[in-house]
């Protein structure tokens, strides 16, 4: 009796691989974004399988499991498929299913990502039943699903993992594209629109996160075209703050300027967009050493959270821009204007900063924000030469960026070594200790993010 093929040959056939050179360039594409994802950097240039060692996958003629960065490529190119399930022949009854039954996720313990990613696996799995069995590719039920997890996404992020995080909102992002490539009833295609720009808006953010500035401004250029079709002007705007952002810690404070004063020209009906705006326009103009154009958008923030009077029209979480993020923006603006009295200034509204991050509960604290706001704390200190001051602040965000690491707190903390070994006190046993640690964290930080927001 002749076996059926393996469950690598039909996914392969599935997805239009099955041609040697296409799967080898699809396995290059993967490597590639795995080693920027979670590392390490080797990985990019992982060599594809030679052909006949393809023909023996798609045979399944496999007598030895692959080698360690070929499983994890592979796993990442067949996500939630054990290697051996993937090479295993399937039943005539299997051949033609989805890639995992449901009774198959999340058992066997053969997962890598981790009980948080199984979890979600398997709850993915129901939602995608749950579009399968609508009247339409997109109902009430698939939409309040979509809109679930986009809450869940935005609630969390700032306290979670950015590399699993990102294969999680592709897909959210992907199955959006989807229903939009679809026949959906018009009512549904302008939330749907909001939706996609919601989550490459996330991804914009994770890509700036993981310090690869030119996909988050590719992210987000989609996200503000996703706007423009919905028609939203708060997530035009909050977009354009997320483009001006990226700008500032790329070292274009003026095109910083020109895209948060753009974004302006979107009137949300509520929210805390604009606030951001202003706050970031700020930070931007104290780079550039315009002092007064600079604290007349510190007093324009100022000015609208007084006017504010409800939530924002988005999802919230990561997309808000509470009290605590706006006062860590006025530190960082008066630490680049200088002088004793912004530099007292800066410590003050830092100090005030992490007091509020702290005050969150810890599973739902801005991890990557509230060490942003230290690092401003610290430099103050240093300013003034509280060098054990300073030394505080930056063993805190050494613990809490050694499990949750983002791409801006790296920089602050090299930036912060270069001007304390610069400092009066820089050759202080204390001071010296600082440095080494410093160094010790950047040479051993870890490739992939691991339990633990954004700036």
């Excluded at 392969?12 to 994802?37: P, S």
């Excluded at 720009?197 to 700036?208: D, H, K, M, R």
């Excluded at 423009?228 to 990226?246: C, F, M, P, S």
Aim: hydrophobic share 40%; aromatic share 8%.
């Amino acid at each position: 009796m002749e076996l059926e093929p393996p469950l690598f040959q039909i996914l392969v056939n599935q997805k239009g691989w099955q041609d040697y050179e296409v799967f080898t360039r699809r396995y290059r594409e993967t490597a590639r974004q795995l080693a920027d994802l979670e590392g390490p950097a080797s990985l990019a240039t992982a060599p594809p399988p030679e052909k006949r060692q393809f023909v023996r996958w798609m045979h399944g003629e496999v007598k030895t499991a692959p080698r360690t960065e070929a499983r994890r490529i592979l796993q990442f190119m067949f996500p939630g498929i054990p290697i051996s399930r993937l090479f295993a022949h399937v039943s005539a009854s299997d051949s033609s299913a989805d890639l995992l039954s449901p009774a198959e996720c999340g058992t066997g313990g053969q997962f890598d990502y981790g009980v948080e990613d199984v979890v979600m696996a398997a709850a993915n799995e129901s939602a995608r039943f749950a579009a399968r069995v609508e009247s339409s590719n997109v109902g009430p039920h698939t939409l309040e699903q979509l809109e679930a997890d986009i809450q869940r996404i935005v609630a969390t992020y700032p306290n979670r993992p950015v590399g699993p995080l990102f294969r999680e909102v592709c897909e959210l992002r992907n199955r959006a594209f989807e229903f939009l490539e679809g026949r959906q009833p018009p009512r549904y295609t302008r939330d749907l629109y909001i939706a996609a720009g919601v989550l490459c808006g996330v991804l914009a953010n994770a890509s700036f996160d993981l310090g690869r500035y030119n996909a988050a401004e590719t992210q987000a250029r989609t996200a503000f075209m996703c706007g423009e079709l919905a028609g939203h002007n708060g997530l035009r705007a909050w977009v354009r703050g997320l483009q001006a952002l990226i700008a500032y810690w790329d070292g274009r404070p003026h095109d910083a300027v020109r895209l948060a004063e753009s974004g302006g020209n979107f009137s949300p009906e509520q929210g805390t967009a604009h606030i951001r705006l202003s706050s970031i326009k700020a930070r931007a103009h104290g780079e550039l050493q315009h002092a007064s154009d600079a604290i007349a958008a510190l007093h324009r923030a100022d000015t609208l959270r007084e006017q504010l009077t409800n939530g924002d029209d988005l999802p919230g979480g990561m997309m808000a821009f509470p009290e605590e993020k706006q006062l860590f923006y006025a530190s960082s603006t008066h630490l680049w204007l200088g002088g004793s009295q912004h530099l007292s200034e800066a410590e003050a509204r830092a100090d005030e900063a992490v007091n509020m991050f702290e005050a969150a509960p810890p599973e739902q604290r801005r991890l990557g924000e509230m060490s942003l706001a230290r690092m401003d704390l610290a430099m103050a200190r240093l300013s003034r030469g509280d060098l054990d001051g300073a030394a505080t602040q930056i063993y805190e965000v050494l613990g809490v960026n050694a499990r949750r690491g983002t791409e801006s707190v790296r920089r602050r903390l090299g930036y912060f070594a270069r001007q304390l070994a610069l400092h009066p006190a820089g050759s202080a046993p204390a001071a010296i200790a600082v440095r080494e640690a410093i160094v010790t964290h950047q040479e051993h930080r870890p490739a992939e993010l691991p339990p633990g927001g954004t700036q």
